[in-house]
C-alpha cells in the first residue's frame, strides 16, 4: 500500500469524527479575536500528540503545531482558520448555532475540523514522510486586520519553502477543485465617512447645510470612481454599505455617517481609488459648505496564487480525478478577499477552492448568507485534497 493509500484509508476511518468535530464548532462559534474556547478545543486536540504546538501566535489565539517526519526535508505551511461571523443563523440544522447572533457562516469550522483529523492522520504517519509541516490554525480571518499577518510577522513561519489553504463554496459542485492561477481574491480597504453640516427644521431647508443630502450625493459620485477613473479592463468594486442618518419628520440632521468598502484585483488600484474618494469628500465639503472626516484602511492585500505551484497542486490532483475529484475547473477571480493573501506574500503557495453544494439545491446560500449550508462529504474530501498535495510536495 502506497503512503498515499495509507493515508486516505486512515482518512476514510476518521470521517466521521470529521463531521462531528464540524458540528460541535458550528454549534459554538466564536467571533474574531474572541476565539478563547475554540483555541482550547483545538489545543487540547494535540495535547497527548507527538507534536510541537505554539499557541497565540500572532495577534490573538492563533496556533502552529508542527509536526516532523522521519528525515529533514521540505517545511511546508498548511492554513485553516476558525473564527465565525456577526449573523444569527437561520439554517435549519440539528447542530444550530447555541450563541445568539454569532455563526459559521462561512465554512471555517469544516476548514478546522478537516486540518485537524489531516493532521492526525499525519502524525500517525510520521515515520513514513521527509521534511516538516506546520499547520497553521489561524484566528481571525473575517475581521481587519486579521490573523494571517501578525502571524507571518512573528517569524513562526520564516522557514516555509511552500504553503496551502482551502475554501469550501457551495456554488461548487461537490467533488469539484477550483484553481485559479495568478491573483485571485480581491485586495480590500474600507471607509467610513462622516459628514457634518448644520442641522435645522425641515421646513426651512435654506437655514440648514443639509448633510443628508451631502451624503447622497457622496453615495452617486463614489460609483464614478469604477466607472470614469479606473482603466475599464481592471476589476474595481466600490460599494457603500451603511448610511445612518436617523431622524424624525420635521428635523434635518446635522450629521451623517457612511461605511463601504473597495475591492480590486490590481494591488496597482489601492492607492488610486483612495486618492479619488479624497477629491470626491473634497468636492462635497465645497458643494454643500459640510465638512467631510474620510476614514480610509488599506486592509488585506490582493490574493496571489503563484503560477508554479499552482501548477503542482493541479498535476497532483489530476491523477485523483474520477475518485474523490470529480473535476478540476478554473474560476474566474474573486471580489471577495482573504487574508491568505498575507501568506502567499512571503512563501510560494497557492488557496484551493473546494466544492460543498448541498443535495438538490439548484442556487444555493452563498458564503457569509444566514441560511449558509455546506454539504459535509466536503470534509472528507477536503482532508484528501490537502493530504494529496503536501505527500506530493513533500517528496518531490
Same mark, same amino acid.
Given at each position: 500500500?502506497?503512503?498515499?493509500?495509507?493515508?486516505?484509508?486512515?482518512?476514510?476511518?476518521?470521517?466521521?469524527?470529521?463531521? #462531528?468535530?464540524?458540528?460541535?464548532?458550528?454549534?459554538?462559534?466564536?467571533?474574531?479575536?474572541?476565539?478563547?474556547?475554540?483555541?482550547?478545543?483545538? #489545543?487540547?486536540?494535540?495535547?497527548?500528540?507527538?507534536?510541537?504546538?505554539?499557541?497565540?501566535?500572532?495577534?490573538?489565539?492563533?496556533?502552529?503545531?508542527?509536526?516532523?517526519?522521519?528525515?529533514?526535508?521540505?517545511?511546508?505551511?498548511?492554513?485553516?482558520?476558525?473564527?465565525?461571523?456577526?449573523?444569527?443563523?437561520?439554517?435549519?440544522?440539528?447542530?444550530?448555532?447555541?450563541?445568539?447572533?454569532?455563526m459559521h457562516a462561512c465554512g471555517h469550522d469544516v476548514h478546522t475540523a478537516y486540518l485537524l483529523h489531516l493532521g492526525e492522520a499525519l502524525?500517525e504517519l510520521k515515520d513514513e514522510w521527509n521534511g516538516t509541516i506546520k499547520l497553521i490554525h489561524q484566528h481571525a480571518e473575517e475581521v481587519?486586520?486579521?490573523?494571517?499577518?501578525?502571524?507571518?510577522?512573528? %517569524?513562526?513561519?520564516?522557514?516555509?519553502?511552500?504553503?496551502?489553504?482551502?475554501?469550501?463554496?457551495?456554488?461548487?459542485?461537490?467533488?469539484?477543485?477550483?484553481?485559479?492561477?495568478?491573483?485571485?481574491?480581491?485586495?480590500?480597504?474600507?471607509?467610513?465617512?462622516?459628514?457634518?453640516?448644520?442641522?435645522?427644521?425641515?421646513?426651512?431647508?435654506?437655514?440648514?447645510?443639509?448633510?443628508?443630502?451631502?451624503?447622497?450625493?457622496?453615495?452617486?459620485?463614489?460609483?464614478?470612481?469604477?466607472?470614469?477613473?479606473?482603466?475599464?479592463?481592471?476589476?474595481?468594486?466600490?460599494?457603500?454599505?451603511?448610511?445612518?442618518?436617523?431622524?424624525?419628520?420635521?428635523?434635518?440632521?446635522?450629521?451623517?455617517?457612511?461605511?463601504?468598502?473597495?475591492?480590486?484585483?490590481?494591488?496597482?488600484?489601492?492607492?488610486?481609488?483612495?486618492?479619488?474618494?479624497?477629491?470626491?469628500?473634497?468636492?462635497?465639503?465645497?458643494?454643500?459648505?459640510?465638512?467631510?472626516?474620510?476614514?480610509?484602511?488599506?486592509?488585506?492585500?490582493?490574493?496571489?496564487?503563484?503560477? #508554479?505551484?499552482?501548477?503542482?497542486?493541479?498535476?497532483?490532483?489530476?491523477?485523483?480525478?474520477?475518485?474523490?475529484?470529480?473535476?478540476?475547473?478554473?474560476?474566474?477571480?474573486?471580489?471577495?478577499?482573504?487574508?491568505?493573501?498575507?501568506?502567499?506574500?512571503?512563501?510560494? %503557495?497557492?488557496?484551493?477552492?473546494?466544492?460543498?453544494?448541498?443535495?438538490?439545491?439548484?442556487?444555493?446560500?452563498?458564503?457569509?448568507?444566514?441560511?449558509?449550508?455546506?454539504?459535509?462529504?466536503?470534509?472528507?474530501?477536503?482532508?484528501?485534497?490537502?493530504?494529496?498535495?503536501?505527500?506530493?510536495?513533500?517528496?518531490?
Amino acid at each position: 500500500m502506497s503512503l498515499k493509500e495509507k493515508l486516505f484509508s486512515k482518512l476514510e476511518s476518521k470521517e466521521q469524527q470529521m463531521i #462531528e468535530t464540524r458540528r460541535h464548532l458550528h454549534a459554538n462559534p466564536e467571533l474574531s479575536f474572541k476565539e478563547e474556547n475554540t483555541a482550547k478545543f483545538i #489545543e487540547d486536540f494535540y495535547k497527548d500528540k507527538d507534536v510541537k504546538v505554539t499557541a497565540n501566535v500572532g495577534n490573538g489565539y492563533g496556533i502552529i503545531v508542527e509536526i516532523s517526519g522521519k528525515s529533514p526535508g521540505k517545511t511546508i505551511g498548511l492554513r485553516a482558520d476558525f473564527d465565525a461571523l456577526p449573523i444569527q443563523e437561520e439554517a435549519d440544522v440539528p447542530f444550530k448555532s447555541k450563541n445568539d447572533g454569532v455563526m459559521h457562516a462561512c465554512g471555517h469550522d469544516v476548514h478546522t475540523a478537516y486540518l485537524l483529523h489531516l493532521g492526525e492522520a499525519l502524525i500517525e504517519l510520521k515515520d513514513e514522510w521527509n521534511g516538516t509541516i506546520k499547520l497553521i490554525h489561524q484566528h481571525a480571518e473575517e475581521v481587519p486586520p486579521g490573523g494571517a499577518k501578525s502571524i507571518v510577522e512573528s %517569524g513562526i513561519l520564516d522557514d516555509l519553502d511552500e504553503v496551502y489553504g482551502i475554501h469550501i463554496f457551495p456554488m461548487l459542485n461537490v467533488g469539484e477543485i477550483g484553481l485559479i492561477s495568478g491573483n485571485s481574491m480581491a485586495g480590500r480597504s474600507n471607509f467610513d465617512l462622516t459628514i457634518q453640516g448644520s442641522g435645522g427644521h425641515g421646513a426651512m431647508p435654506h437655514t440648514t447645510h443639509d448633510a443628508l443630502v451631502a451624503g447622497a450625493y457622496f453615495v452617486a459620485e463614489a460609483q464614478t470612481i469604477v466607472s470614469r477613473r479606473m482603466d475599464p479592463m481592471d476589476s474595481v468594486v466600490v460599494s457603500v454599505t451603511a448610511f445612518d442618518a436617523p431622524g424624525g419628520y420635521n428635523v434635518i440632521q446635522d450629521k451623517v455617517t457612511l461605511r463601504g468598502t473597495v475591492r480590486y484585483l490590481n494591488e496597482e488600484n489601492k492607492v488610486p481609488a483612495y486618492e479619488a474618494m479624497k477629491k470626491i469628500a473634497a468636492g462635497i465639503e465645497s458643494s454643500f459648505d459640510v465638512e467631510c472626516d474620510l476614514d480610509y484602511v488599506y486592509d488585506y492585500p490582493v490574493a496571489y496564487n503563484h503560477p #508554479e505551484e499552482t501548477q503542482y497542486v493541479e498535476d497532483i490532483l489530476s491523477e485523483s480525478v474520477g475518485s474523490y475529484i470529480t473535476e478540476i475547473t478554473h474560476p474566474k477571480p474573486s471580489s471577495g478577499s482573504e487574508d491568505f493573501a498575507y501568506y502567499t506574500q512571503k512563501t510560494p %503557495g497557492t488557496f484551493i477552492h473546494v466544492g460543498s453544494k448541498p443535495d438538490g439545491v439548484e442556487n444555493p446560500y452563498p458564503n457569509h448568507h444566514p441560511k449558509f449550508e455546506v454539504h459535509e462529504d466536503s470534509l472528507l474530501i477536503s482532508a484528501k485534497t490537502l493530504g494529496d498535495v503536501v505527500l506530493g510536495r513533500l517528496e518531490s
